[in-house]
């Protein structure tokens, strides 16, 4: 069985999320972006086919974005700890939020005190939060 679009909820979910999916120019839009894309993702099993649809657009609109203005070049001389840092406070996160992205306390706190570092599988989950590519936090 095969879903089809419906084009009028399309277009209402557009009017209603007040944006309107085109090439990301500036940090502006991209802020506006990522806060879209982070509610439909919150949404996970009770998304709409026009949600999920708007969704996978959005990413591919915000992974082009990141790619053209945070390349990974850019990152090299930087520790996957400052990137984390970076990223948090971009985001206004506070200790409690990371602890509930993360699962962890301990983990949080010894990654952010420097005593361990973000594995694969940590790296995966920031990656998917921060919609970035998981090896920026990664020491390769």
Not at 22 to 45: H, P
Not at 82 to 108: A, D, N, P, W
Not at 127 to 134: A, D, E, K, V
């Given at each position: ?82 990137i ?24 949080v ?32």
């Amino acid at each position: 069985m095969t879903l089809t679009l419906n084009k009028a909820n399309y277009l209402q979910l557009l009017t209603d999320s007040k944006i309107i999916p085109k090439l990301i120019d500036n940090e502006t839009e991209y802020q506006e972006y990522l806060a879209v894309a982070e509610k439909l993702i919150a949404k996970r099993q009770n998304r709409t086919l026009e949600e999920s649809v708007l969704l996978k657009l959005l990413v591919k609109l915000i992974e082009d974005y990141e790619e053209k203005t945070y390349e990974i070049d850019d990152w090299a001389n930087v520790s996957p700890l400052e990137i984390l840092e970076h990223f948090i406070e971009s985001k206004g996160l506070s200790t409690e939020e990371l602890v509930k992205i993360m699962g962890s306390e301990k983990i949080v706190n010894d990654i952010r005190k420097g005593k361990e570092n973000i594995n694969k599988i940590q790296a995966q989950i920031l990656g998917n939060y921060f919609q970035i590519s998981p090896n920026l936090f990664l020491n390769i």
